[in-house]
């Protein structure tokens, strides 16, 4: 595929910022990728693994002369990494981002944005609990899929651009407007990882009782609600700081289901049962339909050798 950025800068080198590289290495979409982690470490690690063309010990040096800057810090962070950047940013560049919320990703950023520079969020739909500048992989977005959300008045050839960009990256795009992809996402991401944490905390205080049989005899439901526990710990955090309304709207209305199947129980009501847990299963069969997943074991995520 032909180059679409001359020069592509990543802030962040974590799992989504790496397998970006490694789909942009594979894909040939852009001549030179620079880099930049806040720890020391991480730039080491990016450097001794050859992650991006060149490592820069400031976001500044790396957004410097880049056609497209993405920002893949916790959302928390984006603000004061674009304030950061701001100065260098040359005119006419796009600025996007890989963030699970859109509302206060644009509130922080798009106000430390100089005026010729074209802020296009973003937000990939794919990852695994790996974090770190060796998590990622050029496979990590194929068929996947990649949000876009423009703002009133973006330009659209960057938009149609960066959706071009992520397409060639192995994603399908849409786009969707910043409070309904909050929304959507406190649906299908932000609110499942909260019940998840919350079930493995329970677990974990059963554990001290039943010493180590919890761990020890865990079955595939509890096994896969640690996998998504397993996420990084600071970009959940923000998340939840960042879409609080969307996400207790979703918890107050999971509360009202988890009440209603807890009275079915408690009354006997198997007709009850049966009938949510089948128009449940049905929306396991689409997404494994809709090719988000597969009905392998383990969700074909356990390589056979």
């Not at 962040?12 to 030179?32: C, D, K, N, T």
Request: proline share 5%; with cysteine.
């Amino acid at each position: 595929m032909s180059v679409i950025y001359d020069r592509v800068a990543l802030i962040g080198l974590g799992l989504i910022a790496s397998s970006m590289f490694h789909a942009i290495r594979r894909a040939g979409v852009a001549r030179e990728v620079t880099g930049h982690a806040r720890s020391p470490e991480t730039r080491a690690i990016a450097r001794e693994t050859g992650l991006c063309d060149r490592v820069c010990d400031s976001a500044a040096e790396a957004a410097e002369g880049a056609d497209l800057v993405v920002l893949c810090v916790p959302v928390g962070a984006m603000g004061e990494v674009a304030a950061g950047i701001g100065p260098v940013l040359k005119p006419g560049a796009t600025v996007s981002d890989v963030g699970s919320v859109k509302k206060a990703v644009i509130e922080a950023v798009a106000p430390n944005l100089p005026e010729g520079v074209h802020f296009v969020p973003a937000h990939p739909l794919a990852g695994t609990e790996h974090s770190g500048p060796r998590s990622g992989f050029a496979e990590l977005f194929d068929n996947r899929w990649c949000l876009i959300v423009p703002q009133p008045g973006s330009d659209r050839a960057a938009v149609e651009r960066l959706e071009t960009f992520w397409q060639a990256l192995g994603s399908h795009t849409d786009e969707m407007d910043a409070e309904h992809h909050d929304l959507v996402l406190a649906v299908t991401s932000h609110a499942p990882h909260l019940i998840a944490y919350t079930m493995v905390g329970v677990a974990d205080d059963l554990r001290r009782v039943t010493d180590t049989e919890v761990i020890k005899y865990s079955a595939a439901g509890f096994r896969d609600f640690t996998r998504i526990a397993a996420s990084d710990p600071t970009m959940w955090r923000d998340v939840f700081l960042n879409n609080r309304e969307a996400t207790l709207e979703i918890l107050g209305r999971f509360t009202e289901e988890l009440f209603a199947l807890q009275r079915a129980i408690r009354t006997g009501d198997g007709d009850h049962l049966h009938a949510y847990f089948t128009r449940t299963r049905a929306i396991r069969r689409g997404i494994i339909e809709a090719g988000q997943d597969t009905d392998a074991p383990d969700f074909g995520r356990v390589k056979k050798e």
